[in-house]
């Protein structure tokens, strides 16, 4: 559109936005984002405790059925799903139990101890959670339900 002359020179009125107006989107823009991260860091962080605990809890039934047959608590992970070579013990083994296990949410292997000292009498299995550092509040462990 133009406008009338001034001293001469044409004078035209060009549509946009202001550097004020792009920099106030832009903050607002920033601001929604921060927010919307850490509401979803919170939830991943939710959801990865939760997959843990899922975990250790079933880890329960194949660690019992190997006690049911072997008459003991596996001495590690591995012998749930790897024959012992022994005859006498292979007789008695019924597995695999389980897959091979992978690691926690936090890409840490789970820990395995066959004399329990979260669970006396019994066995512990957890994961470090988020920190990966054994013995710290964090852990997450089948002794959570017992809690």
Do not use: C
């Not at 920033?30 to 899922?54: E, H, P, R, W």
């Amino acid at each position: 559109m133009l406008t009338p002359h001034r001293r001469g020179k044409r004078v035209t009125q060009r549509a946009g936005f202001t550097l004020i107006e792009v920099l106030l989107v832009l903050a607002i823009l920033v601001i929604l984002g921060s927010l919307a991260a850490n509401i979803f860091t919170g939830t991943q962080d939710k959801a990865n405790i939760g997959a843990a605990k899922v975990q250790a809890g079933l880890l329960r039934v194949p660690i019992d059925l190997y006690h049911l047959h072997m008459n003991r608590y596996p001495s590690k992970l591995e012998d749930l799903w790897i024959e012992p070579s022994d005859t006498a013990l292979a007789d008695k083994w019924g597995g695999p139990y389980v897959e091979k296990l992978k690691v926690d949410p936090w890409d840490n292997p789970y820990q395995y101890s066959s004399e329990g000292k979260k669970n006396i009498g019994k066995y512990d299995f957890w994961s470090n959670g988020p920190d990966g550092q054994s013995g710290t509040d964090d852990d997450i462990g089948n002794w959570d339900d017992l809690e």
